[in-house]
Nanobody, 124 residues
Framework: QVQLVESGGGLVQAGGSLRLSCAAS????????MGWFRQAPGKERDFTAA????????YYADSVKGRFTISIDNAKTTVYLQMNSLKPEDTAVYYC?????????????????WGQGTQVTVSS
């Protein structure tokens, strides 16, 4: 049973920073991709960033490129999303997910496991 637990969300002013964490457990993660998606009220869940398990390959949505950084710890059990220069439009519930695709992907349907999400609110 795969478990993904997100943390690190909260309320921050525009221009501020937050770091989200996603702790993964329940299976041996070798060749796979970890991704972050976000869902604003009344909108679809959108791809944000992804990283392969080696940490050598990353992929970002255009809306966050240059502001967000995805990374993975040496133990390969926790994935982070460093979010800088936050904007009110970044307000959403942020979810982490695991895909068995070895290449970082934005394709929602390739992600089989999902966390419960963590709320990020950016005030103007």
């Amino acid at each position: 049973q795969v478990q993904l637990v997100e943390s690190g969300g909260g309320l921050v002013q525009a221009g501020g920073s937050l770091r989200l964490s996603c702790a993964a457990s329940g299976r041996t993660f070798s060749v796979c991709t970890m991704g972050w998606f976000r869902q604003a009220p009344g909108k679809e869940r959108d791809f944000t960033a992804a990283i392969n398990w080696s940490g050598r390959s990353t992929y970002y949505a255009d809306s966050v490129k240059g502001r967000f950084t995805i990374s993975i710890d040496n133990a390969k059990t926790t994935v982070y999303l460093q979010m800088n220069s936050l904007k009110p439009e970044d307000t959403a519930v942020y979810y982490c997910a695991v895909s068995d695709d070895r290449v970082p992907t934005s394709r929602y349907d390739t992600y089989d496991y999902w966390g419960q999400g963590t709320q990020v609110t950016v005030s103007s």
